[in-house]
Structure formats: structure tokens, C-alpha cells
């Protein structure tokens, strides 16, 4: 499956923001969907994971109430709302399929896109 995450931009503190992510190829379906965002100088970090029907989903601590992901699978697309924005939350964000379950570890995601880039100036 190939993924293109768009959406990004510059956004000021307490401010919103939606990414998404087009999938194309394999039934987007069968995927379990993440996203995961690298800031300068740090290692990639898990954000938000949906289940396939988007029923279930799991947030990191540091985005919990504040960012939603959600999946359209007749569009074939993920979203990530982001809504009180904060400096900390400036990096690339991307998107990621995996076809192996329902996890947080980057390791179990087959598929990645080519990520988007969020800033948020204080």
C-alpha cells in the first residue's frame, strides 16, 4: 500500500490542525493505521493508532485529549485532528499502515509515508 500524508503547515500555540494521509493499492481496510512524528534532533515517537473499523483507538500521553485520529475507509484516508497545539508538538508527522495488528512500535508497521511537516510557533 503507498500512503501520501498532507496537511501539514505552520499553526500558532492553541491552535488546530488536520494531516491526513491517502492510501492507494491494498484494501486500506486490512491495514491497522498509525501516526508517528520525529521532532529535530529526536527519534521518531509513537502519536495516535486506530484499530480497522475505527472503533478502537489509542493515544500517546503527551496528545491524549487533544488530537483525535480517525479513518475514512471508503476514502481510503486517516486523519489526525490536532487541536491545542503546542511548540512541543513541532515535527514531521507520519503515516503508517500495518497489516500485522494493533500496535504502538514503529517495528510492526509495514508501510510509511513520506510524512508531513507541523510547526507550531509559540
Known amino acids: 500500500v503507498q500512503l501520501q500524508a498532507s496537511g501539514g503547515g505552520l499553526v500558532q500555540a492553541g491552535g488546530s490542525l488536520r494531516v491526513s494521509c491517502a492510501a492507494s493499492?491494498?484494501?486500506?481496510?486490512?491495514?491497522?493505521m498509525g501516526w508517528f512524528r520525529q521532532a529535530p534532533g529526536k527519534e521518531r515517537e509513537f502519536v495516535a493508532k486506530?484499530?480497522?473499523?475505527?472503533?478502537?483507538?489509542d493515544y500517546a500521553d503527551s496528545v491524549k485529549g487533544r488530537f483525535t485520529i480517525s479513518r475514512g475507509n471508503a476514502k481510503n484516508t486517516v486523519y489526525l485532528q490536532m487541536n491545542s497545539l503546542k511548540p512541543e508538538d513541532t515535527a514531521v508527522y507520519y503515516c503508517?499502515?500495518?497489516?500485522?495488528?494493533?500496535?504502538?512500535?514503529?517495528?510492526?508497521?509495514?508501510?510509511w509515508g513520506q510524512g508531513t511537516e507541523v510547526t507550531v510557533s509559540s
Open positions: 493499492g491494498r484494501a486500506f481496510s486490512n491495514y491497522y
Open positions: 503508517a499502515a500495518s497489516g500485522r495488528g494493533y500496535y504502538r512500535a514503529s517495528q510492526y508497521y509495514n508501510y
Open positions: 486506530i484499530s480497522l473499523s475505527g472503533s478502537s483507538t
